[in-house]
Structure formats: structure tokens, C-alpha cells
């Protein structure tokens, strides 16, 4: 929901520390990794506690991770750059809330489980429109230029960022909030799905 205005704020810094990686080398396979493994360093610090430090790396893995796009603009895109982006993403996505069980397995257990079920279902409904967007060669640049066709709901990175914030800051509250962002989850899934259902009517090809 958020996504959208998010980028009108962030891509001119981003774009413009982007183009001077780009000078130097960097690459943005580089720099995706980067944010991945910085983001599953977030994730073992979860696992042990220690939440604030988590948080720092966190917020450094999504900062790498609206860099990498930056610096393919500054020098050059590709499909695969693309897909490694999105699986580092889903990857980084259930890393955490993982990470949240695995602290706390007999309090967080239940919601953790939760949560990743909304994450994987509301996952297969935004790749699964992507699919059917790209076979109909439809584009937009709404929430940035992307490899793949980004489509709107009620949660989307921002809110998901502010969420994962949220829980370290937080982490006693983390069963009632993954209950809520999951059930919000499900509600995103499932409007998508009905968007789908007007944009790609059921009929032959």
C-alpha cells in the first residue's frame, strides 16, 4: 500500500548512491548478496536475543537491498539479477519470523507458523500474477523499474519493513503481532486474487 509513495521519497538518494557504487565495480549481484547476507546475520542475532543489534543489520540489508536495483540502472540489468533479488527477498522474509520461533519455540510457535503460511500463500499470489502480467506484456513503474510486474495490496515491502521493525523492538509482542500482519497477509492474497480474476478473465487463450 505504501510502496508506491515510498519510492517517490527514497529512489533519488538511492539511484544517486547507486550510480557511484555502480563507478567503483560494484555490481548488483553484489550488492543483493550483501543485503542477504546481512539480513540472515539480522536473523541469527533474533535467534540468539539480541534485537537491537539485529535491527541494525536489518535495516542495513534493506538499504542494500533498494541499492542493488540502483546500481543495475547505473550500469546494467538483467533477468537473473532480477530473480536472485526476489529469492534473496522471500528467503530474507521467512528468515525472520523463523528466527522469532526458534528464540521462543513454545511461545512463538503457533503464530510463527502462521505467519509463514500468509507469507508463502500471499508470496504465490504476487509471483503468480507477475507470470500471467509478463504473458501479457503488462508494465508499470509504479513502485520503481523491476524485473518482474509488482502488482499493489494492503501489505507490501514498506509495511512489511515497519513490521519486521516493529517485532525487534518489540519481540515480547511478537505472537499477537504475527497473528494480525498474517491475517492481513491472507486479506492481500486473497484481493489479489480477485484482482486477477478481472485481469486475466477465465476464458481460452
Known amino acids: 500500500m505504501l510502496d508506491a509513495t515510498a519510492r517517490k521519497i527514497i529512489d533519488r538518494p538511492l539511484n544517486w548512491m547507486g550510480a557511484r557504487l555502480a563507478a567503483r565495480g560494484v555490481t548488483a549481484n553484489q550488492v543483493t548478496l550483501a543485503g542477504l547476507v546481512l539480513g540472515l546475520a539480522a536473523a541469527g542475532l533474533i535467534g540468539f536475543g539480541l534485537h537491537l543489534a539485529a535491527l541494525l543489520l536489518l535495516l542495513a540489508s534493506r538499504l542494500a537491498d533498494g541499492l542493488d536495483g540502483a546500481v543495475a540502472r547505473a550500469s546494467r540489468q538483467t533477468d537473473f539479477g532480477g530473480y536472485l533479488d526476489i529469492a534473496a527477498d522471500f528467503l530474507f522474509y521467512g528468515a525472520i519470523p523463523m528466527a522469532f520461533v526458534m528464540s521462543d519455540p513454545a511461545g512463538n510457535g503457533a503464530a510463527g507458523a502462521f505467519l509463514l503460511t500468509s507469507f508463502y500463500f500471499n508470496g504465490t499470489s504476487f509471483l503468480g500474477f507477475a507470470v500471467l502480467a509478463e504473458k501479457k506484456q503488462m508494465q508499470t513503474d509504479a513502485r520503481g523499474v523491476k524485473s518482474l510486474y509488482f502488482t499493489g495490496g494492503l501489505l507490501e515491502g514498506t509495511e512489511t519493513i515497519a513490521f519486521f521493525v516493529a517485532l525487534c523492538l518489540f519481540p515480547a509482542w511478537f505472537a499477537p503481532l504475527a497473528w494480525i500482519f498474517g491475517s492481513l497477509c491472507f486479506v492481500t492474497a486473497v ?14 487463450p
Open 191 to 204: 484481493s489479489r486474487i480477485l484482482l486477477a480474476r478481472r485481469v486475466f478473465p477465465d476464458v481460452a
